[in-house]
């Protein structure tokens, strides 16, 4: 059992590693930004490119210098090179382990390589329970916006469970740390704002995109028909995802991709999994509503190849406001 002065520690310890992964990154953009988009090996979650193994890289050293040896925990993340179980201390075996932490290096990852738009550096700490270990388990979650070449602004927010959430911006050029203010948004509706079911890719997008549209008529009708309604942003990132949520950008968000791709018998890797959403207790701590398609938690398991459809709303009126047609199309189409 973690104290409240272990978490905290927890915390400080997974904000630390984030800011180690974004400034390595940083400083390899200016030498080698032309290789980031070299694929360096194809898993069964996701492919992996150069740029992902310099984020993997980060955390192995960093875990072997920095991680406290009285809390042997195993790290589970996609692209370990070997396949094979890791645990800290080097040589610990993962069945002595008191903590399993997912991470996803850098979730976004083609956002960052063609510097396109900010990608995210996410990690989240559990008590370790072997293979129940799952997403309600997490006590503890960090996530670092990695900036595009132009920005002098990185974002960092974390939370302990039932303690809110910690949000600081830090000039990246500096050094210097400011405390920021998040806060989702208390729309009551969707009209005028931002608000959007993921559809990446062709794959499934015209059955996503006729259930969003369905999800709007059914909802307000033809209000829209003078001018857009609801807008919509297509943020390739799921961490970038939740931080739109957790300071008051969108509205509601939905990622479906995996039932849609049930639906049209389609095998596809790309979906979210475990590792993109970890974070989603920062944003449960901040008044969002982050829960499985048709209601209930998200209680996956900590692995990186399991499917994830999720859906996100800024707070419990927007969720009492869409969820109802959101099920009732999720029933009928998906």
């Known amino acids: 059992m973690m104290t409240p002065r272990d978490l905290e520690r927890a915390r400080r310890l997974l904000c630390q590693l984030q800011d180690h992964i974004r400034d390595t990154l940083g400083a390899a953009r200016k030498r080698q930004a032309g290789r980031f988009a070299q694929v360096v090996a194809v898993t069964s979650a996701d492919t992996i490119y ?78 370790q329970r072997g293979a129940k270990t799952h997403l309600g388990d997490i006590a503890v979650a960090a996530m670092t916006e990695l900036p595009t070449s132009k920005q002098w602004r990185s974002d960092q927010l974390s939370a302990v469970r039932g303690g809110g959430v910690r949000a600081q911006s830090v000039n990246i050029s500096t050094g210097r740390r400011q405390g920021v203010t998040v806060a989702p ?55 970038g995802q939740l931080h739109e949520l957790i300071v008051g950008h969108d509205r509601f968000l939905a990622d479906l991709r995996p039932l849609a791709f049930q ?45 994830v459809a999720w859906v996100g709303y800024a707070n419990p009126a927007l969720a009492r406001h869409i969820r109802p047609v959101l099920r009732r199309l999720i029933g009928r189409m998906l």
């Not at 009551?188 to 008529?217: T, Y």
């Open 50 to 127: 150069h740029v992902d193994r310099l984020g993997e890289h980060a955390i192995m050293d960093w875990f072997a210098q920095h991680w406290p040896k009285a809390w042997p925990v195993e790290l589970v993340m996609e692209g370990l090179e070997g396949g094979e179980p890791v645990a800290f201390p080097k040589g610990t075996a993962v069945a002595r382990t008191r903590f399993r932490c997912i991470l996803d290096p850098i979730d976004g990852t083609r956002n960052l390589m063609y510097d396109k738009r900010s990608a995210w550096t996410l990690a989240a700490l559990a008590p």
């Open 263 to 307: 639906k049209l018998n389609l095998a596809s890797a790309l979906v979210c999994h475990p590792y993109d959403i970890c974070t989603a207790l920062i944003a449960q701590e901040a008044g969002c509503v982050i829960e499985a398609p048709l209601g209930g938690k998200l209680n996956v398991p900590l692995d990186t190849t399991t499917p």
């Open 185 to 239: 948004s208390r729309a009551r509706d969707c009209r005028g704002g931002f608000a959007a079911i993921s559809r990446f890719f062709p794959e499934g997008k015209a059955l996503l995109a006729q259930l969003e549209e369905n999800l709007w008529m059914e909802l307000y009708g033809r209000e829209g028909a003078t001018g857009p309604l609801v807008f919509d942003d297509q943020y390739i990132c799921t961490g």
